[in-house]
């Protein structure tokens, strides 16, 4: 069982800058894939980023590349969302989610921060 606790959400005028930390409890975060995905009102929930066991591979969703860059300390069991050059379109609840390596979805949810970009 893991528990992931997100933190680092608020408010913030576009172009401005946020870091997200999602901290997991347990002592195997270093098998999980880590990833952050946002949910806007009235719209599905969408991966935003993703890290693998080491760090070493990362996928970003395109409409973020170039502006986020997610990073996972195994030391601390904390994965982070640094978010740069953000749009209000970036407004949402961030969710970090956690998934064994070889599963296919996510299995662990935090439970979600506000990010609120005005324009």
């Known amino acids: 069982q893991v528990q992931l606790v997100e933190s680092g959400g608020g408010l913030v005028q576009a172009g401005g800058s946020l870091r997200l930390s999602c901290e997991a409890s347990?002592?195997?975060?270093?098998?999980?894939?880590m990833a952050w995905l946002r949910q806007a009102p009235k719209k599905e929930r969408e991966s935003v980023a993703a890290?693998?066991?080491?760090?070493?591979?990362?996928y970003y969703d395109d409409s973020v590349k170039g502006r986020f860059t997610i990073s996972r300390d195994n030391g601390k069991n904390t994965v982070y969302l640094q978010m740069n050059s953000l749009k209000p379109e970036d407004t949402a609840i961030y969710y970090c989610?956690?998934?064994?390596?070889?599963?296919?979805?996510?299995?662990?949810w935090g439970q979600g921060t506000q990010v609120t970009v005005s324009s």
């Open positions: 989610a956690a998934a064994p390596i070889g599963h296919s979805s996510w299995e662990y």
């Open positions: 347990g002592r195997t975060f270093s098998s999980y894939v």
């Open positions: 890290i693998n066991w080491s760090g070493g591979s990362t």
